[in-house]
Structures are given as structure tokens and as C-alpha cells.
């Protein structure tokens, strides 16, 4: 059906999706500030600081003393900050226009989120490497541009790794494009920004190791040999580094406690061993199965994830944001169940979980007209926490945690069963009632607009 204006009806959809992505993405951006934000900015400025005072090699204590807070990000991913931050840096100091540092956080924001839609467009080009139809590869960039893990956990926060997701789809692209030598390099920067990056690469490396034979010698040095190339400079460059960095690290250790599994079970176990324990068999099994050459595309999408939704849930899942580099995967698992309906629904849940546990497990978010509320970020907590008891609090924080990680589980648990089945459907179908789609993918942003809402209001 067409309209007066010549406009298919249909045809307007996609674009009323894609305004709708495009929106949240620059409210989320530009509306809210995050204190991990300014730490960011603030290490990035305090580089700049040191090489302009010629003292490069105090920089960790130099950090320590103007912010209270050592940076234990690594040089590069500061290096970089700092990088994006000086033509800035130089416009504020050569003509004394003395911005606040609001400026540079929303200056740091356009990388973020310029790295988002690098991300996006590559992941549309991965997706349709794999054949998958256009309609298919609708669903997945706006799963993955409005999902709330992104929205909240790395947009809204400012957090470097939307460069770290944005360098591992690009290792997707590469792994799809047979140039598995640079996606071993792609992730091996990602690790410069998250090191977490190499959960997906070492069960990626030993399910290769059959197809690559003796590149595996030389994809081993792609994968480690950036991070390993950082740590020896910064010793060389920075001898306190390391030293400093360990007192912010120990200082998140004692804020975030023990692991969900003891706090919400109250039992006493050593997650961390239960995660060896699972990280040996998976790693084994990727091993047996890249050495006799046998890999399939399944293999390639769980074993990874399972690898690293177990260090989320048994090791250290007090931060969101660590999930976002398995969300491209995680999207192309959804895509090949057999109703896209079951997959938009489990994304729903996904990030109405994310949604409830972020307002009570983070104190930092407020809306970017009262800025200057992160300089005393310590003394301020969530709004829900002043609202209410702090003992509900912890309740409602573990339904938020336990949804989205249930949800996640349940995808890879039904990919899998399909997969064996022989159920899953073809990348170039769409098994579903077209306005039943799109009702889905409208409602799946609700979340993330109810809680911009409450930041809005409430904080």
C-alpha cells in the first residue's frame, strides 16, 4: 500500500526503528553523565598534563593526587583518551577559554559513540557476509544499537568498551571474510581496552587450531602480543604503574565484595574455582574439536560465550558492561532460532533486567544539568537507596542480575537444542507476522526509555 506521499507503509517502519535507535542513542549519550565518565576523561586529561610538564614517567601518581584515584586501564586505552582529547585540550589552554570538564566528557562521548556506529555498520556487513536477509539484519543492529546493555552500561557511562566491542565485531567481520589472522589481532587490541576480550580469544584460538595449523603460532602472538607489547613498555616508560593501578583495583575488590552466587545464595563456595574448573573442560572440548578440524559454526558462537557468561556469573559480574562483547554473538545465535518472536521476547527480558539492577546497583548516573554532583560522587548515592530500604534493595538488584543472565542463558540453551534438532531456521527467512516483529521491537525499548525517564526525574 502506498501513501499520497509515494512512502510504502511497510517502507516506513524501518525508518521509524531507525530514528528511534538513532534518538536513545544521543539521549544516552548526551542527556546523562556517569562518574566513570569523568575518571576517564579525567586520566585522559591528567596524560596530557604530565607530557605538557615533561613528566611522563610520574603520570599513575600524578593521577593518584588530582583525581584520588589511580587509573588501572592500560597506557594504550589512555593513550587514546588523551589522543581524542587534545584538540580540545589545545583549544582550551592556547586561547584560555578554561572549560570545565564537562567539555571533554561530551567531546569523549562523540568517540563513543562513533565507535558505536563503526560497530553497527560492520556488524551489518558481517551479517550479510552470512547471507542473512535484510529484514534479519533489521532486527539484529536494532537489537544491538538499542540494547540496554549498550544504552545503559556503555553509552550512558561513557565506558571505553564500545571501542572494545567495536574491534571484536570487526574480528567477527574478518573471521567471516577468512582473514583469521586479523581477527586475532582485533581482539588482541580489544584486550589493550578490556582484557576480558580474551575469554573469546583463547577458545577462539584452540578451535582454530586444526584450520590454521601452523599460524597458530603467529595468531597466538596477534591475540597476546599487543597486551603483553603494553605491559612491558609501561613498566619501561611508567615503572610505578602497575603499583599505583593495584590500589584502585583493590579498592573496586572491597566495594564489590564477594560474587552474586555467595550474596544471593548465602552459601560459602569458591566461585572462582568453579570457574577454572569450567574454563578448563570448555577449553578442553575447543581443543578437541579445532584439533580434529571439526568446528562448526555452533561451536564457534557458544563455546566462546559460554566461556565468558561463566567468568559473568561465577568470577566478577558486578559490572554490565562486560557483557557487550558477546552481545553481537549472543544476536546471531537469536537470529537463527526458529521463531524470531522467542528471540525478541528473551531480548525484552534482557533488558528489562539489566534496567532493574543498574538504578539500585549504580549510584552515579544523573542527568548532565547537575554535572557538578560528580565531584562529590562518593557522598552521593541512588535515588532508590534514599527512597527506600536498602535491604529490599539488594532483593530487587538480584531479580534485575539474575533476568538478564537467565535470559542470555536461555538463548544459547535454545539455540543449541534447535541446532541439534536440526530446528533452527535459514539466515534468509523470517519465521513471524511481520507487525508482530516490529511490536517487538517497539516494545523492547521501553526499558531503556522508562529508566532515562527515571534518571530525569528522579536523580
Partial sequence: ????????????????????????????????????????????????????????????????????????????????????????????????????????????????????????????????????????????????????????????????DAISVMLVVIAIYMHITDRVSLAFLFIGLACLFKPFAILLGVPYLLLMIGKCGKKTILNTLYLIGPYVLNYILTIIIMPKYREMSDITSEAFKESYGSSRIEEIFNIRINSILIFIGIAIVLCFFALYIGSRNKIKKAHLLTIPVLLYMSYIVFANPSSVYWLMNIVPLIIIMGLN??????????????????????????????????????????????????????????????????????????????????????????????TANKARINTLMCLSVIPQILYLAFVYIVC
Wanted: proline fraction near 3%; hydrophobic fraction near 50%; charged fraction near 15%.
Fill in 1 to 160: 500500500m502506498i501513501s499520497r506521499d509515494g512512502v510504502s507503509k511497510r517502507g516506513l517502519v524501518p525508518v521509524i526503528l531507525f530514528v528511534i535507535s538513532v534518538i536513545l542513542l544521543l539521549l544516552y549519550s548526551f542527556t546523562i553523565s556517569h562518574v566513570d565518565c569523568n575518571t576517564i576523561v579525567t586520566w585522559g586529561y591528567d596524560l596530557l598534563e604530565s607530557v605538557r610538564n615533561g613528566d611522563l614517567t610520574n603520570y599513575p601518581v600524578y593521577t593518584y593526587l588530582t583525581h584520588g584515584m589511580p587509573t588501572n586501564y592500560s597506557l594504550f586505552s589512555n593513550a587514546v583518551t588523551a589522543i581524542w582529547l587534545l584538540p580540545i585540550y589545545v583549544l582550551d589552554n592556547l586561547f584560555g577559554f578554561g572549560w570545565d570538564m564537562v567539555v571533554y566528557d561530551v567531546w569523549y562521548k562523540v568517540l563513543i559513540l562513533a565507535s558505536v556506529f563503526i560497530a553497527v555498520f560492520v556488524f551489518d556487513k558481517a551479517l550479510s557476509e552470512l547471507n542473512y536477509s535484510k529484514d534479519n539484519r533489521r532486527v539484529a543492529l536494532f537489537v544491538f544499537a538499542t540494547s540496554a546493555v549498550l544504552l545503559l552500561s556503555v553509552v550512558g557511562k561513557g565506558q571505553i
Fill in 337 to 430: 532460532l526458529r521463531r524470531t518472536e522467542d528471540f525478541l521476547l528473551l531480548s525484552i527480558g534482557i533488558n528489562l533486567g539489566v534496567c532493574i539492577f543498574i538504578p539500585v546497583a549504580e549510584r552515579a548516573f544523573i542527568p548532565a544539568k547537575n554535572y557538578s554532583l560528580l565531584h562529590n560522587i562518593r557522598e552521593y548515592t541512588s535515588p532508590l537507596e534514599r527512597l527506600s530500604n536498602t535491604e529490599y534493595m539488594k532483593y530487587i538488584e538480584y531479580t534485575g542480575v539474575t533476568l538478564y543472565i537467565v535470559c542470555i542463558i536461555l538463548i544459547i540453551a535454545v539455540y543449541l537444542y534447535e541446532h541439534r534438532s536440526n530446528k533452527s531456521r535459514e539466515a534468509n527467512t523470517i
